[in-house]
C-alpha cells in the first residue's frame, strides 16, 4: 500500500541553524500538509501546499519557516534559523484531488538544543 | 475557529471491555477524522465521516452533525489497542481541507 515517507525520522541541531524535513508525498496525491506536534501538546496545522504554492498558513508558519516542492516526489520543510521552541514531531500529510482522507508520514522529531 | 474538544484525556480499561471516546466541536463541519497515534509516534488515519456511522473490524466511529459530536467506540478491547486516539475536524469553506485537532484520549488497555 502507498504510504507518506519522512526523513529523516530524528534530527537534532543547535539553535540557530538550518534544518530541512523531506517529505515523500503518495505519487498521485496533489495537496500535501505540514503539521506540528509539540511535546505533550495536540498536533497543529502549519501549511498546506498545493500546485506548487502555499495554499494556506497558520500563525506559526513565520518568515522563518518556507516549503518547497523541489522535484516531483519531494515536498520540504525547511527552518531558517532554528529556536528551542521549534523542538516538536513534524508530520507530513497528502491527500488526492476530490477527497477528504489525508495520510500521515510517521513524522520527524526534531530536537533543538 | 472550531474548537474540538474530547473526553476523556485519558482512560485505562481491562482487555475485553468496550471503549468509547467523544468528540465535539463548536462550528459545523464538512468532515470528521479519528487517528490514532502509537507511542513511536506516527499517526494513522482511522476513519474518515461526515455523517451517521462507520465501522471497522472492532472499531465504530458514529457522528452527530447536529449535535456536533461523535464517538468512537473499541469492542472487545485489547492491549494492542493501547495508543493516543486523536479526533480531527475539517472545517467549511477553502478547498485546503486543513484538519484542526483534538488534544487526543490516551487509552491503555491492560492485560
Known amino acids: 500500500e502507498p504510504e507518506v515517507t519522512q526523513t529523516p525520522s530524528h534530527q537534532v541541531t543547535q539553535m540557530g541553524q538550518e534544518v530541512i524535513l523531506r517529505c515523500v508525498p503518495i505519487?498521485?496525491?496533489?495537496?500535501f500538509y505540514w503539521y506540528r506536534q509539540i511535546l505533550g501538546q495536540k498536533v497543529e496545522f502549519l501549511v498546506s501546499?498545493?500546485?506548487?504554492?502555499?495554499?494556506?498558513k497558520s500563525e506559526i508558519f513565520d518568515d522563518q519557516f518556507s516549503v518547497e516542492r523541489p522535484d516531483g516526489s519531494n515536498f520540504t520543510l525547511k527552518i531558517r534559523s532554528t529556536k528551542l521552541e521549534d523542538s516538536a514531531m513534524y508530520f507530513c500529510?497528502?491527500?488526492?484531488?476530490?477527497?477528504?482522507?489525508?495520510?500521515f508520514g510517521p513524522g520527524t522529531r526534531l530536537t533543538v538544543t | 475557529k472550531n474548537e474540538v474538544e474530547q473526553s476523556p484525556q485519558n482512560l485505562t480499561a481491562q482487555e475485553g471491555e468496550f471503549i468509547t471516546i467523544n468528540c465535539s466541536y463548536s462550528?459545523?463541519?464538512?468532515?470528521l477524522h479519528w487517528l490514532q497515534q502509537h507511542p513511536g509516534g506516527g499517526i494513522v488515519s482511522l476513519f474518515m465521516?461526515?455523517?451517521g456511522k462507520k465501522k471497522h473490524g472492532r472499531l465504530i466511529a458514529t457522528i452527530n452533525i447536529q449535535e456536533k459530536h461523535s464517538s468512537l467506540h473499541i469492542t472487545a478491547s485489547h492491549p494492542r489497542d493501547s495508543a493516543v486516539y486523536i479526533c480531527?475536524?475539517?472545517?467549511?469553506?477553502?478547498?485546503?481541507?486543513?484538519?484542526?485537532f483534538g488534544k487526543g484520549t490516551l487509552l491503555t488497555v491492560n492485560p
Open positions: 480531527a475536524v475539517r472545517s467549511w469553506g477553502g478547498s485546503n481541507y486543513k484538519l484542526t
Open positions: 501546499f498545493y500546485n506548487n504554492e502555499i495554499s494556506e
Open positions: 462550528v459545523g463541519i464538512s468532515a
Open positions: 500529510a497528502s491527500r488526492w484531488t476530490g477527497r477528504y482522507e489525508q495520510y
Open positions: 505519487s498521485n496525491h496533489l495537496y
Open positions: 465521516l461526515s455523517s
